[in-house]
């Protein structure tokens, strides 16, 4: 309103916020909205709504209001001031327009400015946070965006993603929106590692003091590497792949596998293995083609996942500390904050499944040296293709048994036959089995069922018991 009436009496700033609207209109959804799952709020709608709002943009009076509200049911302001009414959206405003009164037609009133016009009526130990922030931090961003997070802090509706922050502090139009994505994204790792803030999947939320302390005791959490394997293995074998058997399309017999992760046997060795090469491995990928020459296995390549170890990380500190907790006393802020973590965690779980099953989709395949192409990105569904084709590598004689399933009924007809079992000839298959006891027979050696068990189940056969 403020803005308003001056631009009335201002003809030529005026004229010049009508050129800004003409050559920015367009891009006002990509610089304003707000994206991964958060309210929707009404953007600029026309030329006099912009020039009416300006230097503010529009989503910032329902956002702010929302944040002092949640503020306030939080008891972070002092008594006098306990009252939303009291604290007006008009005395804010004016604050704000007075701190950048002297800016160049283009900027803009960001929303961390909001802070200004309140922290007079917060409780020292409220804004804690950003009063050491703004003594210890040379990052003036991450200063701005610590500010935005406090404000931010009980308002549900608002997903605090990289993406959603940097609309909040994009500052003036012509800016490089990409450049300022990734300083945003730098600003908030260095908040995320000093523990003024905690990151949950891609959601950034700002620590109370109380909340800070248990946030840097559970960084300091010891976890040693079998912990991160093995909880790894398990995302990986039961949470992705959800299985140890893969049934051969050819022929529709089932072929079970072992694991490995990084040159780990993890469970039952089997003559097949699956094996999840990580980004922590030490070797190159050309490396790790090279280990695969003359192995069995079919080795699954991670691509690089700046997230996935530290929150894997996280999650396994978190269960462990909330663990250890609960058999001490606690006070009822402190148990309040347990339940948080202990619901975050489950949600940082979640989203972990999906970023390593996302993973395992895109995952380079390796068998024998030479890379293997798979059509499909679904996890389960790319692992299936290059172990079909494991299959058809080690067990070259499979292929002797045609495309005929056997089964273990067939095996009580074949002991008791009623006329003659093969008709006169033996198969290919037949005639394989009958060489191999042919063979023992002539140097002597007794031949038992498990002696031909065990030599057509490995390779390079790869026969079922059935089929042999």
Known sequence: VIRKRLLEKNTAGAKELASIYSSQSANFRTLFDF??????????????????????????????????????????????????????????????????????????????????????????????????????????LAVRLLKALFLLKYVESFQATA??????????????????????????????????????????????????????????????????SGRLFKVLSGDVIKNNRVRYAKNGQD????????????????????????????????????????????????????????????????????????SSSLTPIEEQILR???????EREKELIQRIRKAVGEAELIINAADIKAPSTEAQARVNDGMQELISRTYTQLKLLGDVTYSEQEITEAANPQDDLFGGALTPAGEEVLGLVERKEKFGEQVTVKTIADTFQSKPYGWDLAAI
């Not at 944040?67 to 604290?87: K, L």
């Not at 929106?177 to 990151?199: D, F, K, N």
């Not at 079970?256 to 094996?275: S, V």
Request: hydrophobic share 35%.
């Open 255 to 326: 072929f079970q596998f072992g694991f490995k992760l990084d040159d780990q046997l993890h469970g039952q060795q089997r003559e097949l293995a699956l094996h999840f090469i990580t980004p922590e491995s030490p070797f190159s990928p050309d490396e790790i083609r090279m280990q695969s020459a003359g192995l069995d296995e079919l080795r699954v390549i991670l691509r690089p996942d700046e997230r996935a170890f530290p929150d894997l990380r996280l999650l396994i500190k978190t269960e462990k500390y909330i663990k250890r907790k609960q």
């Open 340 to 346: 948080s973590k202990a619901a975050q965690n489950v």
């Open 163 to 228: 993406r959603n922050l940097t609309v909040l502090v994009y500052d003036r139009f012509g800016l490089d929106l990409p450049a300022l994505a990734t300083e945003v994204q730098e600003a908030l790792t260095l908040l995320e590692t000093q523990t003024y803030i905690q990151r949950n999947g891609n959601v950034y939320e700002y620590l109370t003091d109380e909340e800070q302390v248990i946030e840097e005791e559970i960084k300091n959490v010891d976890i040693d590497a079998s912990e991160i």
């Open 35 to 140: 994206v991964d799952g958060a309210k929707t709020y009404r953007n600029y709608t026309d030329e006099d709504h912009f020039v009416g709002t300006y230097p503010f943009v529009s989503y910032q009076f329902p956002l702010f209001q929302a944040a002092i509200e949640g503020i306030s049911d939080h008891n972070a302001f002092e008594g006098r001031n306990s009252s939303v009414g009291e604290r007006s959206m008009l005395g804010v405003v004016q604050q704000v327009a007075k701190d950048i009164g002297d800016v160049q037609v283009g900027q803009l009133a960001t929303f961390d400015h909001m802070f200004a016009g309140i922290r007079a009526s917060l409780k020292t130990a409220a804004q804690k946070q950003v009063l050491t922030a703004e003594r210890q931090l040379e990052n003036p």
